[in-house]
């Protein structure tokens, strides 16, 4: 059964950090194109980070360039989203997402790309 375990998600203060982590059990990783998405309220979900299955190639949304780098531990079967600078537009329910593909070199950024979704973990920025 594919699962993903989604944590590191919190209440944190304009301008921190937090690591969000994305743990595949049920498969490998290896294979697969993966997406961070983020829902905030009141508005649709919308791509965050993506990255290819080889880790060669990402994309980010404007608003994350620069500040939220994706990456992805094939030891450790886990996806991670490093969240630094953080606003207060920030706030969302942030998901996972993988869907496998031969591409090994195309990060997808439409949500409608991906068939796995983990079930959130939410990002507060508040002081």
């Known amino acids: 059964q594919v699962q993903f375990v989604e944590s590191g998600g919190a209440l944190v203060q304009p301008g921190g950090s937090l690591r969000l982590s994305c743990a595949a059990s049920?498969?490998?990783?290896?294979?697969?194109?993966i997406g961070w998405f983020r829902r905030a309220p009141g508005k649709e979900r919308e791509a965050v980070s993506c990255?290819?299955?080889?880790?060669?190639?990402?994309t980010y949304a404007n608003s994350v360039k620069g500040r939220f780098p994706i990456s992805r531990d094939k030891v450790k079967n886990t996806v991670y989203l490093q969240m630094i600078s953080l606003k207060p537009e920030d706030t969302a329910v942030y998901y996972c997402?993988?869907?496998?593909?031969?591409?090994?070199?195309?990060?997808?950024?439409?949500?409608?790309?991906?068939?796995?979704w983990g079930q959130g973990t939410r990002v507060t920025v508040s002081s």
């Open positions: 997402a993988a869907t496998p593909t031969s591409n090994r070199d195309t990060a997808y950024y439409s949500d409608t790309k991906y068939r796995y």
């Open positions: 049920g498969f490998i990783l290896d294979g697969y194109a």
């Open positions: 990255i290819s299955t080889s880790g060669e190639t990402e």
